[in-house]
Nanobody, 121 residues
Framework: VQLQASGGGLVQAGGSLRLSCAASGRTFKTYAVGWFRQTPGKEREFVGGISRSTDSTRYADSVEGRFAISRDNAKNTVYLQMNSLKPEDTAVYYC???????????????WGQGTQVTVSS
């Protein structure tokens, strides 16, 4: 499985961005997908995730109500819609595939390269 994250960029505080995570392979729908973010010198932080079967979602408290994750199995793509962005949301964002949604980095076996999101004040 190969993952490709895209959609990052520079946005003003209060703005929105939508990140995409496109995957190769026919087993896309069998994976739960997590989104993480990382800033220099800090550990990778769980943002949210979507389950493989019920499409249930889970979010970190810091983004709850502002971010939304969805998936399109026909397109092998997962989306992270980010609204009401804050400067503290600035980070490199990663998507990852696993069996279940978990907030731990070790729970995911496949990772995409990151995409930079910068929120200006």
């Amino acid at each position: 499985v190969q993952l490709q994250a895209s959609g990052g960029g520079l946005v003003q505080a209060g703005g929105s961005l939508r990140l995409s995570c496109a995957a190769s392979g026919r087993t896309f729908k069998t994976y739960a997908v997590g989104w993480f973010r990382q800033t220099p010198g800090k550990e990778r932080e769980f943002v949210g995730g979507i389950s493989r079967s019920t499409d249930s979602t889970r979010y970190a408290d810091s983004v709850e109500g502002r971010f939304a994750i969805s998936r399109d199995n026909a397109k092998n793509t997962v989306y992270l819609q980010m609204n009401s962005l804050k400067p503290e949301d600035t980070a490199v964002y990663y998507c990852a595939f696993g069996i279940v949604v978990t907030s731990t980095v070790g729970g995911y076996g496949y990772w995409g390269q990151g995409t930079q999101v910068t929120v200006s004040s």
